[in-house]
């Protein structure tokens, strides 16, 4: 389950609604100018079930964490968990949250994959880049 603890200036209002199938599972919390709060996370089951990631989801909140609604999903049918999605230092909305993905129980390859804060587009890095820039791969 994951929650959310908010210091209200007197309590703290703690909530949670959102499931997911491992205690290592890692997104990151957004909370935006006007007043909503995302989260992207790997909350849906992935192909590695019950390990740590699977599939990457971005959920909104309006009521500060009391009830969330998934607005998508961004990964789907991937061959290996995605996990430890994480948020740009100055996110810029066009690069908003950034992951990796890989086995859950051996050893493989891992891609780096990014999305812009509205989820209409995932990318995937070449796992070989040849030069400083390369164009990454549209997943999504």
């Known amino acids: 389950m994951w929650h959310t603890a908010r210091w209200t200036g007197k309590t703290w209002d703690i909530q949670g609604s959102i ?3 491992n205690n290592y599972d ?3 919390l957004y ?3 006007d007043g909503t709060w995302r989260l992207i996370a790997p909350t849906e089951v992935g192909p590695q079930p019950f390990n740590t990631g699977g ?3 971005m959920w909104i909140s309006r009521d500060q964490g009391h009830t969330w609604a998934k607005l998508k999903q961004l990964t789907r049918h991937s061959q290996y968990n995605h996990c430890y999605v994480r948020r ?3 996110a810029h909305p066009d690069f908003y949250a950034f992951w990796a993905d890989g086995h859950g129980r051996r050893r493989s390859t891992s891609r780096l994959y990014f999305t812009n804060q509205q989820g209409d587009h995932v990318w995937r890095l070449p796992v ?3 030069g400083d820039r390369a164009r990454p791969d549209v997943v999504r």
């Open 55 to 57: 599939e990457v989801a």
């Open 31 to 33: 909370i935006e100018s």
């Open 19 to 21: 499931e997911s199938d």
């Open 88 to 90: 740009p230092v100055n």
């Open 128 to 130: 070989r880049m040849t």
């Open 26 to 28: 890692a997104g990151s």
